[in-house]
């Protein structure tokens, strides 16, 4: 059986693969090469160093400057030539890189004489069969986005209704606003979601308002993802009507999430369920007839380090293992009258989906109160 080859990594700031690999994080640049299982080296800046020998997994944690450094205006230069000085101390010249690798990177190892092989499969395995830390983080995670849900359900029930503009406090209620009102109850509790979405400004009473946060742990660096579609004010029969059917459809996927089923499957049985109540999808024969609402996505992903990664839950034949962190959110849209979305995340188990969401779906503000 040949031997794996050494990995190279080079942190690029916020690098999934780097974190997973070392458990450390860093906006510097910063070397890991794993020459063999058990065998692995973090090499970083002297202000770094201290903090790297705390918190990384890797056996070793060493200071640049003791192996090789040279100032260089060319840093990508520099920090291959660390590279290869390390690796040839082990007698090595052949390695594996991300997909992911800044391209300056990848030629200045090989002007170095390093053979590189790009690795375009890396820990994507490991990364989707989450283990019982993971799946709580992300949990953790999830529970942190139901409270920043709520505290935007709460200023939308509170609002009151002056030309059919919602007002809170004698101003405009905004996505803005209520945003930051989310940020600022995500930040309390250890988390943040600097992306997140709040459709409408400013809020529209009877307006669908699609929230959808996707928080990250500092410290653990794991997300979490959560829509749901808040109406302030009087819901109309054809919105009602949307999310009954998205419902539905969020219902139907979660049922048949299990091991073995594929993306395709699960991303077909949401579509049939819009179709079959009146809406439909942007997938060959589940379209919409023109002014229709449908759904213009895919049905989900892979939560973990990064808020999308894999598995998928859309038109690809890879099936579901035991392990998998997905998202399931069907939605409808539909220009000049807004979307509604609604979307739980959940582990995929031996007997199914253990949804880590527990929050009201429900399109009345006075619900996540």
Known sequence: MEQELPLVLINNGEDAEFYYATRFLTHDPALYIRFRRGDDVLVL???????????????????????GWEEDPDWYRGWAKVAARLLKEKGLDRVRVSGRLEAAYLE???????????????????????????????????????????????????????????????????????????QGVLNEIGYACDDMIVAGSPVRAGGPVIIDIFPRGRVSRYHGDLTRTIVAGEITPEV??????????????????????????????????????????????????????????????????????????????????????????PGLYLEGLGGVRVEDTGIVTAHGFRNFTSISRSLDPRSHM
């Not at 953790?140 to 509170?158: C, F, I, N, Y």
């Open 45 to 67: 800046n002297i202000l770094e160093l201290e903090r790297g020998k705390q918190s990384s997994t890797a056996k070793r944690v060493i200071d640049r400057a003791d192996h």
């Open 108 to 182: 200045e190892l090989r002007n170095q004489d390093v053979a590189v092989e790009l690795d375009k499969q890396l820990f994507i395995r490991e990364r989707r069969h989450k283990n019982a830390d993971e799946a709580e983080w992300i949990h953790g995670a999830q529970r942190a986005a139901e409270a920043a849900v709520a505290e935007v359900a709460g200023l939308l029930g509170s609002a009151e209704v002056e030309d059919g503009i919602l007002q809170l406090d004698g101003r405009p209620l905004t996505s803005e606003r209520l945003m930051a009102a989310a």
């Open 240 to 329: 009602k009507r949307m999310h009954e059917v998205v419902v539905q459809a969020l219902d139907a996927a979660i049922a048949m999430i299990q091991p073995g089923v594929t993306g395709r499957a699960v991303n077909e049985e949401v579509c049939r369920v819009l179709k079959e109540g009146g809406f439909g999808a942007v997938y060959k024969g589940f379209e919409a007839p023109p002014g229709t609402p449908q759904m213009i996505h895919s049905t989900g992903h892979g939560v973990g380090l990064e808020v999308h990664e894999l598995p998928n839950l859309r038109p690809t034949d890879v099936p579901l293992e035991e392990g998998d962190v997905v998202t399931v959110e």
